[in-house]
């Protein structure tokens, strides 16, 4: 074998005419998926289930194989796109007679803020980190987690966001970068301050230096009183 050789490695064993049927078989595969993505009714990926992703990755998976090899056929890929369609509606039904398997293929909605403050424990059982959290909460306009009645992560991975009125908003963390945020390790001055890790409140003075009861964090940060302006 001779290193280096453009041809082979542009070609491989193919000749230059193959690229006509990779294009040819790229929009089978291409017209599969979009039939099966139109079947399910969902205009995104961040709409679908885990359920759903899986089926895609496995079709996806199919497709691939069939658009690049030349001795893969195509009638097995639709075969298997007509298995994973057909598997589809009958895992949808089954979902919808039995609550137990929704939950086991779909995953539960898990409330990762309640009251202002995070729910600590729903998180670490969920092997959850509170930065991915901050990031989609700030998407949503939000300063701080005293803004926040009640917040779910539901089973396709959006968030739902429940606001007290301005009014009841409550002193929280701050969730701004930590360019934003100043922390400390040892209160400069007596007043209300937030884990950064989890979100308690507590009082402290000056001088006191406190790990979290929740999480052991070191750094606090003063808590936020801001309100929602969106």
């Given at each position: 074998?001779?290193?280096?050789d ?33 079947m ?95 990031m ?15 917040a ?19 002193p ?8 934003f ?20 409140v ?29």
């Amino acid at each position: 074998m001779k290193a280096f050789d453009l041809h082979r490695m542009a070609f491989d064993k193919v000749p230059p005419e193959f690229l006509g049927e990779v294009a040819l078989r790229t929009l089978f595969t291409f017209l599969l998926v979009f039939l099966f993505l139109k079947m399910t009714g969902r205009r995104g990926v961040r709409q679908m289930s885990l359920f759903e992703v899986l089926i895609i990755l496995t079709l996806g998976s199919a497709a691939g194989d069939v658009a690049f090899y030349d001795d893969v056929p195509l009638v097995p890929v639709l075969v298997v796109f007509v298995c994973l369609a057909l598997l589809y509606r009958l895992v949808m039904w089954l979902m919808a007679k039995s609550e137990k398997l929704q939950d086991l293929l779909e995953g539960k909605a898990i409330v990762i803020v309640e009251e202002g403050q995070l729910a600590w424990e729903n998180l670490r059982k969920a092997n959850m980190t509170e930065l991915e959290f901050f990031m989609e909460l700030r998407l949503n306009s939000i300063e701080q987690l005293g803004q926040i009645r009640l917040a779910i992560m539901e089973t396709n991975g959006q968030i739902s966001v429940f606001y007290y009125p301005d009014d009841d908003v409550k002193p929280g963390l701050c969730i701004l970068p930590q360019s934003f945020v100043q922390r400390y390790q040892v209160a400069p001055e007596p007043a209300e301050y937030a884990c950064t890790k989890c979100s308690y409140v507590t009082r402290l003075k000056a001088g006191d230096r406190q790990l979290c009861p929740r999480c052991a964090n070191p750094e606090w940060t003063k808590v936020s009183r801001a309100k929602r302006f969106a």
